[in-house]
């Protein structure tokens, strides 16, 4: 790893958009180096991944931990207990369950519904009309703070389709008066600045490519 990488990128970056350092596959050493050099937050895909290095850790009080990988029902609990941010909620189902477990363990998680803007048979999320004839029920569910949405595009597309992808995320935000798109990767984070992302999460971008 080159941590002279993270600054370069951060210099880059206009100070109003996040990033969002994906550590999955990196070892905890790795994810302090570059704590070290002033990012805060990190984003994990596996929970008992992100579990072991949470524990490493776990004097870093500074670290704010986000999950953005697919969730499993039976590992809400646990992704609430240990995760100030989730990215990746993808069915109502899945949201309804973070708040009622949220609400016994006294957290309120920072939630960014994943949605589906492409017909990408890999990708979950919302359907952008789903969420808005649910968006009613959606705010009243107590103990979760909804701050926005996440996309991740399908692989492979031109700029011009990301950039048209990114687009339509921003648009459904705003007009569900949501300040936060998660969106932009390594391949893509570009085009995601220029269309209105608030978080880019960056794995191999920052901490190079995974073995
Ligand atoms: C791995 C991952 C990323 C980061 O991917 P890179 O291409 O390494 O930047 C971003 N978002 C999600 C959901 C991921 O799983």
Redesign the pocket.
């Known amino acids: 790893m080159k941590p002279a990488n993270y600054l370069e990128i951060k210099n880059k970056i206009p100070s109003n958009v996040n990033i969002l350092a994906?550590s999955?596959g990196f070892k905890s050493q790795e994810i302090k180096t570059i704590q070290n050099l002033g990012q805060n937050d990190f984003?994990e895909?596996k929970f008992q991944e992100a579990f072991e290095k949470q524990q490493i850790l776990k004097d870093l009080k500074q670290i704010n931990w986000h999950f953005?990988?697919r969730i499993q029902s039976n590992k809400i609990r646990k992704i609430v207990q240990n995760f100030k941010y989730i990215h990746?909620v993808d069915s109502f189902e899945k949201l309804q369950k973070i708040s009622n477990i949220s609400h016994e363990e006294e957290k309120n998680p920072l939630i960014l519904l994943q949605v589906k803007l492409s017909d990408d048979p890999t990708k979950g999320g919302f359907d952008p009309k789903f969420l808005k004839l649910k968006w009613g029920e959606i705010q009243e569910l107590k103990n979760i703070k909804l701050t926005g949405l996440m996309t991740?595009n399908p692989k492979g597309l031109s700029s011009k389709e990301n950039s048209e992808l990114f687009k339509k995320c921003r648009a459904l935000a705003d007009s569900l008066q949501l300040p936060d798109c998660s969106m932009g990767?390594?391949?893509d984070w570009k085009e995601a600045i220029d269309a209105g992302s608030t978080w880019l999460?960056?794995?191999?971008?920052i901490f190079g490519g995974?073995f």
């Open positions: 994906v999955k984003g895909s953005i990988g990746s991740i990767m390594s391949g999460r960056l794995g191999s971008l995974r």
